[in-house]
């Protein structure tokens, strides 16, 4: 039997294996162990594919050329690939290794280990630890493993996978994929049009340049976007999610937050969600869609516009750079074309199709209606409290004390001694103990004096009211039309400049009407009024009133009881009312109404042309000319010595001029 044998081949495959086992002979010593170099750890391999092994130490390992194998085991080894499909083992320990040239594997297992896969298509593999991944050029698998990872692809289109924990993945140039898994990842494309995937944590996935597609998966995700082509997608229940962009934006669905980033004046849109669009410093146009938008405005905005804001659901947060109050807001904000505009910190806010008295503090979450309230203590001395802009307490203790609360709702308290409390809120409360001192309210809105406080001073020129409380007050109004009330108690109240209203209460009760033209009204009780230069109208009520009208053309009323009227300068009517009145009409032509027949009717001589108007028998008094009759009772009229010009009424009157040019009119 013959065999055809191939000597050519057979002396070929002869000599590539002497050649192998040289090289092999080469990098083992007499034990048939690696060649030791200068350094009992150091381990160098061949040209060919050299497999490797380190021990317990720290190694440092160089396969040079080929596929070597290499296997660090326990320390901190260093292995350097060198050219060759390499495949490195770290073991245990913060191993350090260099693929080099070629498609090389590297595992590091435990320790934190750094992993540089160099030139060729190369697959990283962290292992446990806090591994740092560096993929180099080439396609490149990067796998991080547990423990926070930092993993870069490098150039070419890589993939990365962070694994558990916090992992940093940066896939460099190239079109990569990233994929986070769980934990808070950072996942950074870089150039190229990449593919991120947080997956499970609170990722922050930043495309980088090109056409990203950004997949945040479950948690707060934050997407980073910079071209208008970018996709960005998250499903419905995986978290609250925010999109910070540098170019126009609209979120997408299952997406909440959008914050507009950069100086650029570009614009912002949510959806149907209840979505927080924050613009940059540049002039933004947003509009919040569907649901209850909240738009967030920081320092350095430029003037934006919202479209579709709605009072009963939106809001505007700015207090971030708001110290003042919601009402201090208002003051700033204007309407224009039927749109509000808001000033605040240099920029504006254009609220297209609201009008500003539909908002109130309930668009403005952190915004404080009022501010912060503070307590202010005096002690047994002579104070002068004063509150801040919030609903304030004061406490003035023993002494004379000056309590001024400021803005907003304060409580005052005294205490003992003749207290002056400042008063310019509606809300401001005074609180006084009886016995306490001759108190002293000073008011610039409509006040009403609080128990055991004796004395209210209205102050500027605004119409505002004062009114006492049941004890005997002091009232002064300001240069405004004051409305005072005595109320109970025997009141002294001043009306000063301004058409004033005053009234006195059920006591004796002096009013002094002051400048302009004032009504005075005694009330119960014996009344002191007096007028001034306007034209006056005092009511004296029930009780014996006296009353003095002043300069103007005043009109007097007695009202009920034995009141005693005096007209004083000017054209006066003068109506004692019912029982005995004594009428003194002064200087001008003054009118006098009679109705009880022991009214009496006082005039000097040369004080006017006078008139008394009489529903009763009537004689006219010295220097009175006019007599006119009233009602439809058969009444007697007779003159005096005057000139006499008298007027009968509807019934059967006898008139007698009396001596005198007189003139006689039956009616």
């Given at each position: ?190 150039s190229g049009n990449d593919n991120l995937s947080g997956g499970r944590g609170d990722d ?165 209606e009022k501010p912060a309230a503070v307590e202010v203590n005096g002690d047994d001395g ?252 058969d009444l007697t009229g007779i003159g005096n010595g005057e000139n006499n010009t008298i ?21």
């Open positions: 039997m013959f065999w055809n044998f191939n000597f050519g081949s057979f002396f070929s495959s002869f000599n590539s294996y002497v050649r192998n086992l040289i090289e092999t002979i080469k990098a083992r010593n007499d034990d048939g162990q690696p060649e030791q170099a200068a350094s009992p750890n150091e381990i160098n391999g061949s040209r060919g594919n050299d497999k490797l092994n380190g021990d317990e130490a720290d190694n440092q390992m160089s396969g040079g050329a080929g596929h070597d194998r290499m296997y660090g085991r326990d320390g901190e080894d260093n292995m350097d690939g060198g050219s060759g499909n390499d495949r490195m083992y770290g073991g245990n320990g913060a191993d350090t290794m260099a693929g080099g040239s070629g498609h090389d594997k590297m595992y590091g297992d435990a320790g934190d280990d750094k992993l540089d896969g160099g030139a060729g298509n190369d697959h990283l593999s962290g292992g446990d630890g806090k591994d740092t991944l560096i993929g180099g050029t080439g396609h490149d698998k990067l796998y991080g493993g547990d423990g926070a990872d930092t993993l870069n692809g490098g150039s070419g289109n890589d993939k990365l996978y962070g694994g558990d924990d916090n992992d940093i993945l940066q896939g460099g140039a190239g079109n990569d994929r990233l994929t986070g898994d769980a934990g808070n990842d950072t996942l950074e494309g870089g922050m996935l930043d495309g980088g340049e090109g056409r990203d597609r950004m997949y945040g998966g479950a948690g707060d995700d934050t997407f980073i976007v910079d071209n208008v082509r970018d996709r960005v997608s998250e499903r419905k229940g995986e978290g609250t999610d925010t999109v910070e962009s540098s170019v126009d934006w609209s979120l997408q669905n299952n997406i909440e937050n959008l914050t507009l980033t950069g100086n650029a004046d570009i614009d912002g849109k949510g959806t149907s969600q209840d979505n927080v669009l924050t613009g940059n410093t540049g002039d933004n146009v947003l509009t919040g869609g569907r649901g209850n938008d909240t738009f967030v405005f920081n320092s350095g905005f430029g003037d934006d516009t919202v479209t579709d804001f709605a009072v009963a659901d939106d809001k505007i947060d700015v207090s971030g750079i708001w110290q003042g109050t919601f009402g201090e807001l208002m003051d700033a904000a204007t309407e224009s074309g039927g749109s509000t505009v808001i000033s605040v910190d240099g920029g504006t806010i254009t609220l297209n199709g609201v009008a500003k008295a539909d908002l109130s503090i309930a668009n403005f979450p952190g915004i404080p002579d104070n002068t409290l004063v509150g801040g802009e919030g609903d304030d307490t004061l406490n003035g203790g023993a002494g004379d004390d000056r309590l001024d609360g400021g803005e907003g709702a304060d409580q005052m308290n005294g205490g003992t001694g003749d207290d002056t409390y400042i008063v310019d809120d509606a809300g401001d409360s005074v609180t006084e103990l009886a016995g306490e001192g001759d108190d002293t309210v000073q008011a610039s809105v409509s006040a009403t004096l609080d128990a055991n406080v004796e004395n209210l001073v209205l102050s500027g020129d605004a119409d505002i009211d004062g009114a006492g409380n049941a004890g005997s007050n002091e009232i002064t109004g300001n240069t405004g039309a004051n409305v005072l009330t005595g109320n109970g108690g025997g009141d002294v109240i001043f009306g000063g400049a301004g058409d004033d209203t005053l009234t006195g209460g059920d006591q004796f009760d002096m009013l002094y009407g002051g400048a302009d033209a004032d009504t005075l009204n005694g009330g119960a009780g014996g009344d002191h009024l007096q007028g001034d230069s306007g034209n006056d109208i005092l009511n004296g009520g029930a009780g014996n009133d006296w009353m003095l009208g002043g300069k103007g053309n005043d009109t007097l009323n007695g009202g009920a009881n034995r009141d005693t009227l005096q007209g004083n300068a000017g054209d006066d009517i003068l109506d004692g009312g019912a029982d005995n009145d004594t009428m003194i009409g002064g200087a001008g032509n003054d009118t006098y109404v009679v109705d009880v027949a022991q009214d009496k009717v006082i005039e000097s001589a040369e004080d006017g042309i006078d008139t008394v108007q009489s529903s009763l028998d009537w004689t006219l008094g010295d220097n009175v000319e006019n007599l006119e009759l009233t009602g439809a009772g007027s009968g009424n509807d019934g059967a009157n006898k008139l007698d001029g009396g001596t005198g040019n007189d003139t006689l009119t039956g009616g």
